[in-house]
């Protein structure tokens, strides 16, 4: 059981908006950044979003970032066939002393 | 270009031991925090363990305490995790990453499977 809490699946049509959500508490979302992880099928994950709102350069601005309290999302914006992978959100836990993950969304593009 | 290269990764029996090794390149090694992840077959991510960019600090997830330990070399701009008395639940694809903004840059991972 994953310290994060995250739907495990998600889904939607081309050119769709879709929110992913990641739960925590105070001693990690509700105190620390949340970065965001695409991992396509057979590959390392990369890096999506950073410090809850940040797109690394070459990440499409069709992915998006938001937090609020012990809470966050990940909004993608004009689905595309492409976007189909696992998507996870971490933090660092202050009680825990250690990065903490979602347990992973699906997102699978109809 | 940056580039981690994890090896070391094997088939060990319960209770043995391995070392894998993480070879960076194209930064100034030294300068990052450096992390352990790994992944079990078709489950999702679990960081396993921290260490700052000169070495002097660590931190390692519960399930791992006691039992891994990382370090590195910075002269060799290597990263190592030696794991010891490994249990089924460790097999996994072990991940090194690089802490720029959190974790920011993956390798490719080594199969670790830990089976009699």
Redo the contacts between chains.
């Keep these: 059981q994953?310290v994060l809490t995250q739907p495990p699946s998600a889904s939607g049509t081309p050119g769709q908006r879709v929110t992913i959500s990641c739960s925590g508490s105070s001693s990690n979302i509700g105190s620390k950044?949340v970065?965001w992880?695409q991992?396509l099928p057979g590959t390392?994950?990369?890096?999506l979003i950073?410090?809850n709102t940040?797109r690394?350069s070459g990440v499409p601005d069709r992915f998006s970032g938001s937090k609020s309290g012990t809470s966050a999302s990940l909004a993608i914006s004009g689905l595309q066939s492409e976007d189909e992978a696992?998507y996870?959100c971490?933090a660092?836990d202050d009680s825990?002393?250690?990065?903490?993950?979602?347990?992973?969304t699906k997102l699978t593009v109809l | 270009e940056v580039q981690l290269v994890e090896s070391g990764g094997g088939v060990v029996q319960p209770g043995g031991s391995l070392r894998l090794s993480c070879a960076g390149s194209g930064f100034t090694f030294a300068d990052y925090g450096m992390?352990w992840l790994r992944q079990a077959p078709g489950k999702?991510?679990?960081?396993v363990s921290?260490i700052s960019g000169d070495g002097g600090t660590t931190?390692?997830?519960?399930s791992v305490r006691g039992r891994f330990t990382i370090s590195r070399d910075n002269s060799k701009n290597s990263l190592y995790l030696q794991m010891h008395s490994l249990r089924t639940e460790d097999s996994a694809l072990y991940?090194c990453a690089i802490d720029i903004?959190?974790?920011?840059?993956?390798?490719?991972?080594t199969l670790v499977t830990v089976s009699s």
């Design positions: 994953s950044t970065n992880y991992q390392a994950p990369t890096l950073y410090s940040q690394p696992d996870y971490a660092w825990l002393n250690g990065v903490v993950f979602g347990g992973g | 992390h999702g991510l679990e960081w921290l931190y390692y997830a519960h991940y903004r959190g974790i920011e840059l993956w390798g490719q991972g």
